[in-house]
């Protein structure tokens, strides 16, 4: 059933939200202005309704199996929302005192050094508020690195063809040229190529480890020999960190810079796209360069560092502090693992992505790289069925939805054909791994049988297909009463 | 084990399933130099009654002390039924909408967001939010270099009275493609006009302007802007959308209008929690849209011709242009952004018009009570919004402390920003504070004032 836009209610009875006064507005007539604002008008319950319907139109965790690779869509516990929620928390003005602050700045400092623990790294700054901006971060910090060293030539960045597609808008966003790296055919990088690129003009290199492709990359010790010996710097995306938390360290891997998703690994909630927290560490040699604020803790009290303090800082990335509020929920995410069940995180989650793996393999899939161990996530390949039968890897994406799984991550990383690229998470159950097996097989089946059916998917969603074609072709992007009669915006 | 739901007999048979041994193996392509042993560091597991326990002790200890700071976030009352409804599991757990056909709801909200957006802004396409204010504003500033293909300049007039944390990011976020912030400089508060003279807007391609501004003045809005587009240069305009339900918005700013506008969206519905999760907010003019960094959301059909919802315009981001992408930006504040709108769905255009008057009324008389004090000046005569700025006899850090320990958190000292005006304090009383509270503040800085004097 449609739901109508919120503007097409229109209840009279709606009051404000404080006692409406005889105020008027101390201001002149001319600032103010004389238009009628395109806000709804419904009632209370109208409104509440309305959202609540449209929430469940929505596929989620709470709801549903969502092997999103490279997303970690693994479970967002309440009470870490609850906590973060608490009234204290929520009611902290950002320029206050530290002194009615201390709970909170214990709080973060007590992340920023969990945090260092888990990744290898000296020191860690919070503010980033995603991880395309922790990904900013990283890449402006080892330009400045190289700029307090007068050498300043270096401006291009490596990236490996399978990265993130953030990676080269980051170093383009930074001023650097990018330089594009091939796999090799078993999945990890083109070192040869690597060795003849690396140079005097190389700031850094920018790596996923694990990879997009669900590899852990073999050859790290040597790629960072090579950079480094052409002093250049080497980037962790830390994308994929579920894989390896406390198996491998990526400081110890070699890597000077690092950005975290707190919204993956340390499970703080998507949102439906956001708020993230990309949280950044550094080694030693980049910390004089920390984006600002961070926590200190100076004779027992808790006070932000400031860019008089570290005047080789980058600089401030948000208005204040960051996302405080999704840092408050990875905290409590954090210490309510403790060690142990941090060190459990990357074990289940790489144990649930070999099994289904495996699973799938013997279901009759083709897995991209069938000679390697999956990390957290994997990939199939649907090329042969899509050329036997026309079903291709989205029209499955979208039959699955049909069968109640959100789809995997379509067609990236771009290297693989007809790809679905599958990350189940630890807080899957096998039940939950072994129903999604069954529903690819018989997507396949059907596939076979009955093509033009599969092509049609999803059946029992909202809508149909959407044609993204007339979406994009003739915009509408902004919705207008009938009464207005203005162009569409 | 915490949120990990494999018993016993799950792993025995998932690992001979994959046909290894024991769970070490499965991580056997990993260097062996490279394995540690473990976390060490990393505390023992706290139960969830313990957790809570310490969180709840944390929260007390910051206490709650009657705020009377602005300076880009506002103490707003949030209606119960916003974070009730944002934080259901299907909007709370949901990833970014690629999927459409099951993220129907996301998608909707989001139209329905760049709606109002629009509409506060009196612009024509909004975005579906970016990370904050300050990142909103630098995205503003880059947009405008890539749409004004008139004068190809990489230079950005930025008033001083335009909030030192947004000129601070930007300069940040603009380094790297060596695009320049030049500074308009200030008198009594706003915009120095004389100083126009001496510039030509051609030499820019974006004129910002913040009304009200950092400071809580109304600035010329309409003199900049005329005054940008005379010269082929584009109009950011950096608004607060509370303010948008009373003031002129920067659609109708000059004769033609502010070719974009962006923002802090925090005061529609977002609690101050320590400085985030709020959301920028970016809307433009139909003609520089595909300049736009971040996701947008448009309306389309489905294959049975029934209206439904999609991302769009997609060949600007960075998951398809890569290197070439207007933006790396791939996050938006999605579940923020969906709170914002249920909170302007509640208030609807007279509960906001409402709230803002308030705001306006209260720091009124919160500037009447205080420079009634001996010592208290008002800095400036220009009108104000809801932010206003005072000037002491004394510097203002010692009043804010003494203030402080009283539980009143007396404003913003401007000293460090803004030198120039001396014992400067920025002060503001929205909806929340009761006239009582005034007369607290009022109180207590009386007893203040004098006892030091």
Same mark, same amino acid.
């Given at each position: 059933?449609?739901?109508?836009?919120?503007?097409?209610?229109?209840?009279?009875?709606?009051?404000?939200?404080?006692?409406?006064?005889?105020?008027?507005?101390?201001?002149?007539?001319?600032?103010?202005?004389?238009?009628?604002?395109?806000?709804?008008?419904?009632?209370?319950?109208?409104?509440?309704?309305?959202?609540?319907?449209?929430?469940?139109?929505?596929?989620?965790?709470?709801? $549903?199996?969502?092997?999103?690779?490279?997303?970690?869509?693994?479970?967002?516990?309440?009470?870490?929302?609850?906590?973060?929620?608490?009234?204290?928390?929520?009611?902290?003005?950002?320029?206050?005192?530290?002194?009615?602050?201390?709970?909170?700045?214990?709080?973060?400092?007590?992340? $920023?050094?969990?945090?260092?623990?888990?990744?290898?790294?000296?020191?860690?700054?919070?503010?980033?508020?995603?991880?395309?901006?922790?990904?900013?971060?990283?890449?402006?910090?080892?330009?400045?690195?190289?700029?307090?060293?007068?050498?300043?030539?270096?401006?291009?960045?490596?990236?490996?063809?399978?990265?993130?597609?953030?990676?080269?808008?980051?170093?383009?966003?930074?001023?650097?040229?990018?330089?594009?790296?091939?796999?090799?055919?078993?999945?990890?990088?083109?070192?040869?190529?690597?060795?003849?690129?690396?140079?005097?003009?190389?700031?850094?290199?920018?790596?996923?480890?694990?990879?997009?492709?669900?590899?852990?990359?073999?050859?790290?010790?040597?790629?960072?020999?090579?950079?480094?010996?052409?002093?250049?710097?080497?980037?962790?995306?830390?994308?994929?960190?579920?894989?390896?938390?406390?198996?491998?360290?990526?400081?110890?891997?070699?890597?000077?810079?690092?950005?975290?998703?707190?919204?993956?690994?340390?499970?703080?909630?998507?949102?439906?796209?956001?708020?993230?927290?990309?949280?950044?560490?550094?080694?030693?040699?980049?910390?004089?360069?920390?984006?600002?604020?961070?926590?200190?803790?100076?004779?027992?009290?808790?006070?932000?560092?400031?860019?008089?303090?570290?005047?080789?800082?980058?600089?401030?990335?948000?208005?204040?502090?960051?996302?405080?509020?999704?840092?408050?929920?990875?905290?409590?995410?954090?210490?309510?693992?403790?060690?142990?069940?941090?060190?459990?995180?990357?074990?289940?989650?790489?144990?649930?992505?070999?099994?289904?793996?495996?699973?799938?393999?013997?279901?009759?899939?083709?897995?991209?790289?069938?000679?390697?161990?999956?990390?957290?996530?994997?990939?199939?390949?649907?090329?042969?069925?899509?050329?036997?039968?026309?079903?291709?890897?989205?029209?499955?994406?979208?039959?699955?939805?049909?069968?109640?799984?959100?789809?995997?991550?379509?067609?990236?990383?771009?290297?693989?054909?007809?790809?679905?690229?599958?990350?189940?998470?630890?807080?899957?159950?096998?039940?939950?791994?072994?129903?999604?097996?069954?529903?690819?097989?018989?997507?396949?089946?059907?596939?076979?049988?009955?093509?033009?059916?599969?092509?049609?998917?999803?059946?029992?969603?909202?809508?149909?297909?959407?044609?993204?074609?007339?979406?994009?072709?003739?915009?509408?992007?902004?919705? $207008?009463?009938?009464?207005?009669? $203005?162009?569409?915006? | 084990?915490?949120?990990?739901?494999?018993?016993?007999?799950?792993?025995?048979?998932?690992?001979?399933?994959?046909?290894?041994?024991?769970?070490?193996?499965?991580?056997?392509?990993?260097?062996?130099?490279?394995?540690?042993?473990?976390?060490?560091?990393?505390?023992?597991?706290?139960?969830?009654?313990?957790?809570?326990?310490?969180?709840?002790?944390?929260?007390?200890?910051?206490?709650?002390?009657?705020?009377?700071?602005?300076?880009?976030?506002?103490?707003?009352?949030?209606?119960?039924?916003?974070?009730?409804?944002?934080?259901?599991?299907?909007?709370?757990?949901?990833?970014?909408?690629?999927?459409?056909?099951?993220? #129907?709801?996301?998608? /909707?909200?989001?139209?329905?967001?760049?709606?109002?957006?629009?509409?506060?802004?009196?612009?024509?396409?909004?975005?579906?939010?970016?990370?904050?204010?300050?990142?909103?504003?630098?995205?503003?500033?880059?947009?405008?270099?890539?749409?004004?293909?008139?004068?190809?300049?990489?230079?950005?007039?930025?008033?001083?009275?335009?909030?030192?944390?947004?000129?601070?990011?930007?300069?940040?976020?603009?380094?790297?493609?060596?695009?320049?912030?030049?500074?308009?400089?200030?008198?009594?508060?706003?915009?120095?006009?004389?100083?126009?003279?001496?510039?030509?807007?051609?030499?820019?391609?974006?004129?910002?302007? #913040?009304?009200?501004?950092?400071?809580?003045?109304?600035?010329?809005?309409?003199?900049?802007?005329?005054?940008?587009?005379?010269?082929?240069?584009?109009?950011?305009?950096?608004?607060?959308?509370?303010?948008?339900?009373?003031?002129?918005?920067?659609? /109708?700013?000059?004769?033609?209008?502010?070719?974009?506008?962006?923002?802090?969206?925090?005061?529609?519905?977002?609690?101050?929690?320590?400085?985030?999760?709020?959301?920028?907010?970016?809307?433009?003019? #139909?003609?520089?849209?595909?300049?736009?960094?971040?996701?947008?959301?448009?309306?389309?059909?489905?294959?049975?011709?029934?209206?439904?919802?999609?991302?769009?315009?997609?060949?600007?981001? /960075?998951?398809?242009?890569?290197?070439?992408?207007?933006?790396?930006?791939?996050?938006? /504040?999605?579940?923020?952004?969906?709170?914002?709108?249920?909170?302007?769905?509640?208030?609807?255009?007279?509960?906001?018009?409402?709230?803002?008057?308030?705001?306006?009324?209260?720091?009124?008389?919160?500037?009447?009570?205080?420079?009634?004090?001996?010592?208290?000046?008002?800095?400036?005569?220009?009108?104000?919004?809801?932010?206003?700025?005072?000037?002491?006899?004394?510097?203002?850090?010692?009043?804010?402390?003494?203030?402080?320990?009283?539980?009143?958190?007396?404003?913003?000292?401007?000293?460090?920003?803004?030198?120039?005006?001396?014992?400067?304090?920025?002060?503001?009383?929205?909806?929340?504070?009761?006239?009582?509270?005034?007369?607290?503040?009022?109180?207590?800085?009386?007893?203040?004032?004098?006892?030091?004097?």
């Amino acid at each position: 059933m449609t739901e109508p836009l919120i503007f097409e209610y229109s209840s009279a009875s709606r009051q404000g939200f404080v006692a409406d006064s005889d105020a008027r507005p101390n201001l002149l007539a001319e600032v103010l202005r004389t238009d009628e604002l395109m806000l709804p008008s419904a009632s209370e319950l109208e409104v509440v309704r309305h959202y609540t319907r449209l929430s469940q139109q929505n596929f989620s965790i709470d709801t $549903q199996f969502y092997p999103l690779g490279s997303c970690t869509m693994k479970y967002n516990p309440r009470v870490c929302n609850r906590l973060a929620m608490l009234p204290q928390f929520l009611g902290r003005h950002p320029l206050g005192p530290v002194e009615h602050g201390q709970g909170y700045l214990q709080t973060m400092f007590e992340l $920023q050094e969990m945090l260092q623990v888990a990744t290898g790294m000296a020191a860690v700054s919070l503010t980033p508020m995603a991880g395309a901006q922790g990904e900013f971060a990283g890449v402006a910090m080892i330009r400045a690195y190289h700029e307090s060293r007068g050498d300043e030539a270096r401006n291009q960045i490596i990236v490996p063809d399978a990265a993130h597609g953030t990676n080269p808008a980051t170093a383009t966003m930074c001023g650097c040229e990018v330089v594009e790296i091939p796999t090799r055919e078993d999945g990890d990088l083109d070192i040869d190529r690597l060795r003849a690129v690396a140079g005097s003009n190389t700031a850094g290199i920018m790596l996923t480890n694990p990879s997009t492709l669900g590899l852990f990359e073999r050859q790290i010790e040597e790629i960072a020999a090579i950079i480094h010996a052409a002093g250049g710097l080497l980037y962790y995306d830390g994308a994929n960190l579920n894989a390896i938390l406390g198996k491998t360290l990526p400081g110890d891997m070699g890597f000077d810079v690092i950005h975290m998703n707190l919204h993956k690994t340390f499970s703080t909630p998507h949102g439906g796209g956001g708020p993230g927290s990309g949280a950044v560490g550094v080694t030693e040699r980049l910390k004089p360069f920390l984006p600002v604020p961070f926590v200190q803790k100076v004779d027992g009290r808790y006070t932000w560092a400031t860019e008089e303090q570290y005047p080789q800082s980058i600089g401030r990335l948000s208005a204040f502090m960051g996302n405080a509020g999704v840092l408050l929920r990875a905290y409590v995410y954090m210490r309510m693992l403790g060690r142990t069940g941090m060190e459990r995180v990357s074990d289940f989650a790489v144990l649930n992505a070999n099994y289904l793996m495996v699973c799938l393999r013997e279901a009759g899939f083709e897995v991209a790289f069938p000679e390697r161990r999956a990390s957290h996530e994997f990939i199939v390949s649907l090329k042969q069925i899509a050329r036997e039968t026309g079903v291709t890897a989205m029209d499955f994406a979208k039959a699955l939805l049909d069968y109640g799984f959100h789809a995997p991550t379509t067609y990236f990383p771009l290297l693989v054909p007809e790809c679905l690229l599958i990350e189940p998470t630890e807080s899957e159950s096998r039940r939950s791994l072994d129903g999604f097996v069954a529903a690819m097989a018989k997507i396949r089946d059907a596939a076979y049988s009955d093509p033009d059916t599969v092509k049609q998917a999803p059946l029992t969603m909202p809508v149909r297909r959407l044609d993204d074609v007339h979406a994009a072709k003739q915009p509408d992007l902004v919705w $207008q009463s009938a009464e207005s009669g $203005q162009r569409k915006g | 084990m915490p949120f990990v739901p494999h018993t016993e007999s799950d792993i025995s048979t998932m690992l001979s399933r994959v046909g290894v041994a024991a769970l070490g193996e499965l991580f056997d392509e990993i260097p062996a130099g490279l394995r540690i042993k473990g976390l060490e560091g990393i505390g023992p597991a706290l139960s969830e009654a313990e957790i809570t326990q310490l969180m709840q002790m944390r929260a007390r200890h910051d206490g709650e002390p009657l705020c009377f700071i602005g300076a880009g976030a506002y103490d707003h009352y949030v209606p119960a039924a916003v974070w009730d409804i944002a934080t259901r599991g299907e909007f709370y757990s949901a990833y970014t909408p690629y999927q459409a056909e099951a993220s #129907q709801g996301t998608l /909707q909200v989001i139209y329905e967001f760049q709606t109002m957006l629009a509409s506060l802004t009196g612009l024509e396409v909004s975005n579906a939010s970016l990370y904050d204010g300050a990142t909103a504003f630098a995205e503003a500033c880059l947009m405008a270099v890539r749409a004004n293909r008139k004068n190809r300049s990489r230079n950005i007039l930025v008033p001083r009275t335009l909030s030192p944390a947004y000129r601070e990011v930007a300069r940040v976020m603009l380094k790297g493609q060596r695009i320049e912030l030049v500074e308009l400089p200030m008198r009594d508060g706003i915009s120095d006009l004389k100083t126009l003279d001496n510039l030509s807007a051609g030499d820019f391609a974006a004129v910002a302007i #913040q009304n009200p501004n950092f400071l809580g003045s109304l600035d010329h809005v309409d003199v900049l802007t005329d005054w940008a587009h005379s010269g082929g240069a584009l109009v950011i305009g950096v608004a607060n959308p509370m303010a948008l339900a009373l003031l002129k918005p920067p659609g /109708q700013w000059g004769a033609a209008g502010a070719d974009i506008a962006c923002g802090e969206g925090q005061p529609m519905g977002i609690p101050m929690s320590s400085g985030g999760p709020y959301f920028g907010f970016l809307v433009c003019r #139909q003609a520089v849209i595909r300049q736009m960094p971040g996701r947008i959301v448009g309306r389309t059909v489905d294959l049975e011709g029934k209206p439904g919802f999609t991302l769009t315009l997609q060949a600007r981001e /960075q998951h398809i242009r890569r290197s070439r992408a207007t933006s790396n930006i791939c996050t938006n /504040q999605g579940l923020v952004a969906t709170a914002a709108t249920i909170y302007m769905s509640l208030l609807g255009a007279p509960g906001l018009r409402s709230v803002a008057t308030s705001c306006n009324a209260n720091t009124s008389a919160l500037v009447e009570a205080l420079i009634a004090l001996p010592g208290v000046t008002r800095s400036f005569a220009a009108p104000f919004f809801h932010e206003a700025v005072l000037a002491f006899d004394r510097p203002v850090a010692g009043v804010l402390d003494a203030l402080s320990s009283n539980g009143i958190l007396g404003g913003y000292d401007l000293s460090a920003d803004y030198p120039e005006l001396g014992n400067a304090l920025l002060v503001c009383a929205t909806e929340m504070r009761s006239a009582a509270d005034i007369s607290a503040y009022a109180d207590t800085a009386r007893e203040i004032l004098g006892a030091a004097a």
